[in-house]
């Protein structure tokens, strides 16, 4: 069905091939009892049923995260970590930090050389990239504060997943070809993503030994991973590849529960992810800074909408370059940043004429860097309880560490922290004091899981995949369906565009701009970059009518999955 997406076949970061797309469906799965967005088929159809259980949202979210972790293990993980954004159908909100922690022997130069210059590629392509997974306890903690079904139910459909194998879609057996060589260099053991003859659609893949490890999450929980069996298949890794993750590191490791960053645009509440994470703080800045101008009048990536909110963007990615990190490790300013006032100044520089140049531009006085391949699943049961969530390896398929015996691929999230003031990462995004890296501490993130509510009320559930161009996605598509009237997967299916400050570029999908629109910004001193695929929106819109629309983007596998409240007899 998605073939009639694909007109263009694109080659991402990762070597993905993914698409990108004019689709000309734009009205999404439609249900009035629950429904569940998300990267793969499988996990969405796995969530589902669980809702059709009888489950609430976070019994679906705990079964999606293992699912994913079987069935998209290029981001799904139980080797990384990630956050979840949650409201209840009260309207009591909350959010769990399950990201990454700096092993206790990191440090601040453990990505340098005797001169203090970068070692290439340390921090993404080696043991040592890896942070402190916390996927395992994030759902542990999660279900325990809200599930409602024993936690071994939650796990045993992902066993059954790996067990049993399923088939592999298109775009799988292309990556799992395409990285092939890099699974063998990194892996003493070939692991399961490696076969003899070349993967094609449908094939099946069995992991035998993620579904003894998640076995053994499901009868112990946390201690499944953390001690015991798997603790010591890690750790061996470890020693092997030069690793610095220690038995300590992983008994240690806790998920913290945060206050999710909240704030107002026009008649929505906006619901996000506090730091670790400048999602939740970035989209809030970019959403005040439009809010004076009439959006919905200039229209959708119309030259004076498109200049107004690349102006926005460079602005508040100079901040996130200075002012965020771990709020354990630094005082994040977070009330600053979100302040009306503050907001209305960092525009007054702002020129309708003209672009201004990035150079220009530096960060707010009061506020990193980062990186493409992450999930986020969208999820809303029949109560209208709901959760975002976005989990992440930092790059498709991590650090290609595949841990013998256990099965599942690790992090190289380390990735995230800034491992020299300046020094762009894997995406571009620079930081300094706030990001550096400390021992036990947790690497700025992008990720931007989100809900929105209007009028007391379940709105949306949104977020995406992308490093840097996480918060424009999600940006744009907020403002897709609040400005500009479009529905879940319209809003969704349409094409993107990102600035993130430095480099000074618009980097735009092919058909982002109608005729005429992109020369115009030229002309005012924009530059602009192609980009083939930009982010993996999953979202969930709640209709007049009550009954939701997921939105599953199309550039990828994405799937929603609703069901309808069976009829009375
Ligand atoms: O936490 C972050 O912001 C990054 N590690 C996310 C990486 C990512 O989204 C890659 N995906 N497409």
Redesign the pocket.
């Known amino acids: 069905m998605k073939t009639i997406f694909r007109f263009f076949l694109i080659i991402?970061i990762?070597g993905y091939p993914t698409v990108s797309c004019v689709p000309d469906v734009t009205t999404g799965e439609i249900a009035d009892g629950g429904m569940v967005v998300t990267a793969h088929p499988e996990a969405s159809s796995i969530g589902v049923e669980v809702l059709q259980k009888g489950g609430n949202a976070v019994d679906a979210a705990v079964a999606v995260e293992f699912a994913l972790a079987v069935c998209y293990p290029r981001?799904g993980n139980i080797g990384g970590g990630?956050f979840v954004v949650y409201r209840n159908s009260n309207g009591a909100v909350d959010a769990i930090d399950y990201?990454e922690m700096a092993p206790a022997n990191a440090h601040r130069d453990m990505f340098l050389d005797e001169d203090g210059e970068v070692i290439e590629n340390l921090s993404i392509n080696s043991h040592k990239a890896s942070g402190v997974p916390g996927t395992v306890a994030g759902m542990a903690e999660l279900h325990g504060r809200y599930g409602s079904m024993p936690f071994h139910t939650l796990v045993e459909p992902a066993i059954k997943l790996a067990l049993h194998g399923f088939p592999v879609t298109e775009n799988q057996a292309s990556a799992f070809n395409s990285n092939r060589e890099r699974f063998l260099e990194v892996n003493a053991v070939p692991p399961a993503f490696v076969k003899d003859t070349p993967w094609t659609e449908g094939d099946t893949l069995v992991q035998t030994e993620l579904a003894h490890t998640l076995q053994l999450i499901a009868e112990k929980g946390r201690d499944g991973f953390y001690k015991g069996e798997v603790a010591d298949y890690i750790i061996k890794e470890m020693e092997r590849g030069g690793g610095i993750i220690t038995h300590d590191d992983l008994e240690n490791y806790r998920p913290v529960w945060r206050k999710p960053v909240t704030g107002k645009y026009r008649d929505y509440r906006v619901i996000s992810m506090s730091p670790p994470?400048?999602?939740g703080i970035a989209l809030l800045q970019l959403l005040g800074k439009v809010e004076p101008y009439p959006l919905s009048e200039w229209g959708h990536n119309t030259v004076r909408t498109t200049h107004l909110m690349a102006e926005a963007e460079r602005r508040v990615y100079a901040d996130r370059s200075e002012h965020l990190g771990d709020p354990d490790f630094y005082p994040v300013p977070v009330e600053q940043l979100i302040d009306r006032d503050y907001l209305l100044e960092r525009m007054s520089s702002f020129s309708m004429d003209a672009a201004t140049p990035s150079e220009d531009v530096s960060p707010g006085e009061i506020a990193y860097r980062?990186?493409?391949?992450?999930?986020h699943y969208s999820i809303v049961d029949s109560e209208r309880n709901a959760v975002a969530g976005?989990v992440?390896?930092?790059?498709?398929f991590g650090n290609f560490v595949v841990v013998p015996g256990a099965g599942f691929i690790m992090?190289n999230?380390m990735?995230?922290f800034s491992i020299k003031p300046g020094y762009p990462n894997m995406?571009g995004l620079i930081g300094g004091e706030a990001n550096a890296i400390e021992p036990r501490k947790r690497?700025?993130?992008?990720?931007t899981p989100t809900i929105l509510e209007k009028d007391g009320d379940l709105f949306m559930v949104v977020g995406?995949?992308?490093?840097?161009?996480?918060i424009t996605s999600v940006f744009q598509t907020v403002l897709n369906v609040l400005e500009h009237k479009m529905g879940m997967q319209e809003a969704v299916n349409a094409p993107r565009w990102h600035h993130q400050w430095l480099p000074d570029v618009i980097s735009a999908e092919p058909d982002a701009f109608k005729p005429g629109v992109r020369e115009e910004l030229e002309i005012i001193g924009h530059r602009f970059s192609e980009r083939l695929s930009i982010?993996?929106v999953d979202a969930i819109l709640v209709l007049p009518d009550g009954r939701l629309e997921g939105g599953a983007d199309p550039r990828g596998d994405d799937t929603a999955r609703g069901y309808n409240v069976p009829d009375p007899l």
């Open positions: 991402i990762s981001a990630g990201r994470s400048s999602g980062e990186s493409e391949e992450t999930t976005t992440t390896l930092n790059r498709s992090n999230e990735d995230d995406f690497m700025l993130s992008s990720m995406t995949p992308g490093g840097s161009t996480i982010g993996r």
